[in-house]
């Protein structure tokens, strides 16, 4: 992965991580599965008028839908009304690093290098530390809401691999079309698990501090979050194999339990700091490339025809294609 997507996949990682604390703030006022139809509802209904339909099969935008729209934020959101804390949720989610891989080399035959399975193990490592001392502190999740959190790891994982299959020219095309699929179930939960009464309170008490605050919330998570951390995601898992991209995911939990220490009062200790920096040295060494090879490959690169995909970009993609999804993730930078 060339050090520009490299850097993208960081601030996707930015902005993910800050996300937490948005939903912690929209969570203190929205039921979780009306939330999580709010979301998704606000990107559908422009995604309707405005957004041609990216050309990719119907099955691919519906389980991209279903894996990271439905299923990770159904399980995430009611982890986390259910109790689990919004650092540690950062954290445990990003199990769908692991998850990804391994559904990539089972479904799509991806192989795994020594160096990249070397720093996942150090980042997996990291994780399982900080998850390790937060259970020893005391007042950890109970074991409901960690599994309703994993859960939601995997079908972000099933999502990603759906992302990667789509293989869209317009990345931000499939992401608005990915949102249309999440609103009307979700919403249909909500009035079975949430309640009439309490969706109906909410919305009536927006003008209430938390009712701003949720807003605010929900603004940064449709906007930031999801339109350009998730399009930008959406542009490098087209690009890259989801083996290489998917291993970013792990430095979202040092930003969320960063932010939830400064912003809500989470306590983080330095040893968690410590683990948080083998998170990062693991994902960039199972994401980057020996000097020799990287060279090797930009050689192969300029020698080969004009248009040509580098080695980076996977295998099976067309030019053309790769080439708009650079072009689509330029402009998402800008």
Same mark, same amino acid.
């Given at each position: 992965?060339?050090?520009?997507?490299?850097?993208?996949?960081?601030?996707?990682?930015?902005?993910?991580?800050?996300?937490?604390?948005?939903?912690?703030?929209?969570?203190?006022?929205?039921?979780?599965?009306?939330?999580?139809?709010?979301?998704?509802?606000?990107?559908?209904?422009?995604?309707?008028?405005?957004?041609?339909?990216?050309?990719?099969?119907?099955?691919?935008?519906?389980?991209?839908?279903?894996?990271?729209?439905?299923?990770?934020?159904?399980?995430?959101?009611?982890?986390?009304?259910?109790?689990?804390?919004?650092?540690? &949720?950062?954290?445990?989610?990003? *199990?769908?690093?692991?998850?990804?891989?391994?559904?990539?080399?089972?479904?799509?035959?991806?192989?795994? *290098?020594?160096?990249?399975?070397?720093?996942?193990? =150090?980042?997996?490592?990291?994780?399982?530390?900080?998850?390790?001392?937060?259970?020893?502190?005391?007042?950890? &999740?109970?074991?409901?809401?960690?599994?309703?959190?994993?859960?939601?790891?995997?079908?972000?994982?099933?999502?990603?691999?759906?992302?990667?299959?789509?293989? *869209?020219?317009?990345?931000?095309?499939?992401?608005?079309?990915?949102?249309?699929?999440?609103?009307?179930?979700? %919403?249909?939960?909500?009035?079975?698990?949430?309640?009439?009464?309490?969706?109906?309170?909410?919305?009536?008490? %927006?003008?209430?501090?938390?009712?701003?605050?949720?807003?605010?919330?929900?603004?940064?998570?449709?906007?930031?979050?999801?339109?350009?951390?998730?399009?930008?995601?959406?542009?490098?898992?087209?690009?890259?194999?989801?083996?290489?991209?998917?291993?970013?995911?792990?430095?979202?939990?040092?930003?969320?339990? &960063?932010?939830?220490?400064?912003? =809500?009062?989470?306590?983080?200790?330095?040893?968690? =700091?410590?683990?948080?920096?083998?998170?990062?040295?693991?994902?960039?060494?199972? *994401?980057?490339?020996?000097?020799?090879?990287?060279?090797?490959?930009?050689?192969?690169?300029?020698?080969?025809?004009?248009?040509?995909?580098?080695?980076?970009?996977?295998?099976?993609?067309?030019?053309? &294609?790769?080439?708009?999804?650079?072009?689509?993730?330029?402009?998402?930078?800008?």
């Amino acid at each position: 992965m060339p050090p520009r997507d490299r850097l993208l996949a960081a601030v996707v990682a930015l902005t993910w991580g800050l996300n937490f604390t948005a939903i912690h703030l929209s969570l203190e006022h929205f039921p979780p599965f009306f939330l999580a139809s709010l979301r998704f509802a606000v990107l559908a209904v422009p995604a309707l008028l405005l957004v041609p339909r990216p050309d990719v099969p119907w099955r691919w935008i519906l389980g991209y839908g279903l894996g990271f729209g439905i299923l990770q934020f159904a399980f995430l959101y009611l982890a986390m009304d259910a109790g689990m804390p919004t650092g540690l &949720a950062s954290l445990v989610l990003q *199990s769908s690093a692991p998850f990804t891989v391994v559904l990539g080399a089972v479904w799509l035959r991806e192989r795994l *290098s020594a160096r990249q399975g070397l720093g996942i193990a =150090l980042a997996v490592l990291g994780l399982a530390g900080i998850a390790v001392h937060r259970a020893e502190l005391g007042g950890s &999740a109970t074991l409901l809401p960690v599994l309703l959190t994993l859960c939601g790891g995997l079908g972000w994982a099933f999502g990603n691999i759906c992302n990667r299959q789509a293989r *869209s020219g317009s990345p931000l095309g499939l992401l608005m079309w990915m949102s249309v699929i999440p609103p009307l179930p979700m %919403l249909a939960l909500a009035l079975v698990v949430d309640g009439p009464a309490a969706i109906g309170t909410s919305l009536t008490t %927006l003008g209430s501090r938390t009712g701003l605050l949720a807003l605010a919330g929900l603004a940064y998570t449709v906007l930031v979050a999801t339109v350009l951390g998730t399009g930008l995601w959406t542009a490098l898992m087209s690009r890259h194999p989801s083996s290489t991209v998917a291993p970013f995911s792990m430095l979202v939990p040092v930003v969320g339990v &960063a932010a939830s220490w400064l912003l =809500l009062g989470e306590p983080t200790p330095v040893v968690e =700091l410590a683990l948080g920096t083998l998170v990062v040295g693991g994902v960039l060494l199972g *994401s980057s490339r020996p000097r020799r090879r990287a060279a090797l490959a930009g050689a192969a690169t300029t020698a080969g025809p004009a248009g040509a995909p580098s080695p980076d970009e996977g295998t099976g993609d067309a030019p053309a &294609a790769v080439g708009a999804v650079r072009t689509a993730a330029d402009a998402a930078v800008r």
